[in-house]
């Protein structure tokens, strides 16, 4: 048994394979353990200044009441200073359903990631793991809710008991995720501080889960949360409720208010730096203090250092120009790297600065052809990987990144890097030069001969080859892509037409297969290991475009979605599930192997450039975010890896 508490931990090989996380790490440095951090001592807890009168007027308990017992310790180092209360952090968002972010900056997470990708106790005080099934998590005592009641086990029980197993409020039963090879947990509340999780088998996602940047939730705010439970609550009462609401039932209800990770309940409790206190939709959402935050840093400030912070709804096109006139004081989220000549010339004497952080994504953008979309034509083309490979060949990436990106990025699929243990050139090259007289013959091979008096090849229904590629449009970055590609694609008599919406709409259109083809993100994480989840490059997640409903069918256990109808596909799930019960670094690695090579071979997505610098924009008086940092959605939480509850104001 290895006991893990507030710091980040390292632990054998073996243990680090369940886990997910070997990224080359020497048998020596996996062995070592760091120390837990000691007793704190509460005599050198201070006082929040703008909580003072609240705590004499008796309208707050002092902040010694209001941490817990050992809170979580930031501790000073050469990138981070102990700072100052005070001021408002400004950041700009697209639209009012960014309020999320409040959670993905705040970054309170049971366990989460460090800077360099280790794992760190945050919540939980700390954390037991045997055989790599078998995670027994400890609660800080005296932790509190936002609100001030006690956050203890009975809020892990009520999730369990009486959300994961409500067939009302989880049709499909638990979270997909804690399902471990079909099995899904045993749930022991052991008493008001702890609680066990535990599988038959090893689950090497369950801490890569809590620490995600959209994190799996194991608890809900029971005391808060019974009111709008059928369970606890009277009919009559209940329905009064939900026709308060305006909800259509009990179970709708429940879920508006449950939102975590959303953020768009103020009077949820929770146990992020910022409480939001504005109920959208809104322009301006204002995150206030939370009062009974878990940490304090070595002299006894309890964190966050700033009394608020505040998102303001810009929309996606107009945030460059507002950073630039010193609208915002932290930005990534709205910027891209185009916006950097135009930011660096306005900082000076706007007072903020310019960072460029590392980006890690296998593309910074790629096509992906939906091979589960509804128009039979397209499907038909989209499942052929010569056409594919046609797209992939018809597309100038030495342009896109000449032009766009100055030459900086790197031109190839969207797979793992050249920094991955599991890089090899083929992954990263094939079907990825620019090869027009190829991407032709391949046409003419699949039968596409025939065309119209524009040039365009003709479907086998007589359709002129008009491709519409869906955006979230947040971005001109996106326009930008699909122009320079449209002008190549269109040498091989394939006519491109973009076309932008909303991201949700976005996302469900793909989801029922009415998109034919979208450009999105690349894959998450280009840093791969053997020990990292193949669950992007096998279909197995609705969330990935080139195989939505497969995906959905594995998530749903499946009730929903289609079941995986092509060979190379199905090898990828059948790998799968070899690498989840594989039990060496050698296995996995081999596993890997032919992931990536069906992968690079079939072009189920076409990369464009990966490594493309993101620039921070911040003003010049925050101290301690990093000079140079990795951005990443996940793993990364884009800053909130960084804890931007330590960002203070130098005035």
């Given at each position: ?30 062995e ?38 050992n ?36 970054y ?68 997909a ?147 630039g ?7 990534s ?8 000549t ?17 980006t890690?994504?296998g593309?910074?953008?790629a ?13 038909k ?46 992954y ?7 090869d ?29 080859m ?101 060979i ?22 081999d ?61």
């Open positions: 048994m290895k006991v893990i508490a507030g710091k980040v931990f390292r632990t054998s090989i073996r243990s680090l394979a369940v886990l997910g996380l070997v990224t080359g790490i020497s048998p020596s440095l996996a070592t353990y760091l120390s837990p951090v000691s007793d704190f001592n509460a005599d050198l807890l201070r006082e929040v200044p703008v909580f003072e009168s609240s705590v004499i007027n008796g309208e707050m308990p002092p902040v010694a009441k209001r941490v817990p017992e809170p979580y310790i930031v501790k000073q180092s050469q990138n981070w200073k102990a700072g100052k209360y005070g001021g408002s952090i400004r950041s700009l968002i697209a639209k009012s359903k960014d309020v999320r972010l409040f959670s993905v900056y705040g309170a997470r049971l366990i989460g990631y460090t800077p360099d990708l280790g794992f760190t106790t945050d919540i939980l005080d700390k954390i037991d793991i045997e055989e790599g099934r078998i995670f027994t998590m400890t609660l800080r005592k005296g932790h509190r809710w936002s609100d001030g009641h006690p956050f203890t086990s009975a809020d892990f029980k009520y999730f369990w008991e009486d959300v994961a197993n409500d067939s009302n409020l989880r049709p499909f039963g638990p979270p995720e804690l399902l471990v090879d079909g099995e899904m947990p045993k749930v022991e509340i052991i008493d008001e501080v702890t609680v066990r999780y535990s599988w038959s088998v090893p689950n090497p996602f369950f801490l890569p889960s809590l620490a995600a940047t959209r994190p799996l939730y194991l608890f809900q705010p029971a005391h808060y949360m019974k009111q709008f439970h059928a369970k606890y609550v009277d009919t009559d009462v209940l329905q009064e409720r939900v026709t308060k609401a305006g909800a259509r039932n009990w179970v709708q209800l429940h879920n508006r208010k449950a939102r975590q990770y959303k953020f768009t309940n103020p009077k949820l409790p929770t146990l992020q730096p910022w409480v939001n206190s504005v109920k959208p939709p809104s322009t301006r959402f204002v995150g206030k203090r939370n009062p009974y935050y878990h940490r304090v840093d070595e002299l006894g400030h309890q964190l966050p250092y700033a009394n608020e912070f505040i998102l303001s709804v810009a929309g996606g096109g107009l945030i460059p120009a507002k950073v006139s010193g609208d915002s004081d932290l930005q989220r709205g910027l891209n790297f185009s916006d950097y135009f930011l660096k010339g306005n900082d000076d004497q706007n007072g903020y600065s310019v960072r460029l952080w590392k890690v994504r593309s910074q953008f096509l992906y052809p939906n091979l589960n979309a509804q128009d039979s034509e397209w499907r083309l989209n499942r052929d990987k010569r056409f594919r490979h046609a797209l992939s060949l018809a597309t100038n990436r030495y342009e896109l990144n000449q032009v766009l990106y100055y030459g900086l990025g790197l031109e190839g699929n969207n797979t793992v890097l050249p920094s991955s243990s599991l890089y090899k050139e083929e990263f090259k094939k079907w990825a030069e620019f027009l007289k190829k991407a032709n013959m391949l046409l003419d091979e699949i039968g596409l001969t025939d065309r119209d008096e524009d040039g365009l090849r003709l479907l086998s229904d007589g359709r002129p008009k491709i519409i590629i869906e955006t979230a449009g947040e971005s001109s970055e996106e326009t930008d892509i699909l122009e320079l590609i449209a002008d190549s694609w269109l040498k091989v008599g394939v006519k491109l037409y973009p076309k932008p919406s909303q991201r949700e709409v976005l996302r469900n259109r793909i989801f029922s297969g009415e998109t034919n083809m979208s450009l999105w993100y690349g894959n998450l994480n280009g840093l791969l290991s053997p020990h990292s989840s193949p669950a992007e490059l096998v279909p197995r997640q609705q969330q990935s475009f080139q195989w939505p409903k497969w995906g959905q069918y594995v998530e749903t256990k499946g009730n929903a979605g289609e079941e995986v109808d092509i190379q596909a199905q090898e990828l799930n059948n790998l799968y599930v070899l690498w989840f019960r594989a039990q060496t670094t050698a296995e996995k690695k596993i890997w192997e032919r992931i990536l090579e069906i992968n690079s071979e079939e072009t189920y997505t076409i990369g464009l450039v990966a490594g493309i610098p993101q620039p921070v924009a911040l003003s010049n008086k925050l101290m301690n975010v990093p000079e140079d940092g990795f951005y990443n959605w996940e793993p990364g939480a884009l800053l909130g890896v960084y804890k931007p509850d330590g960002f203070w104001f130098e005035e």
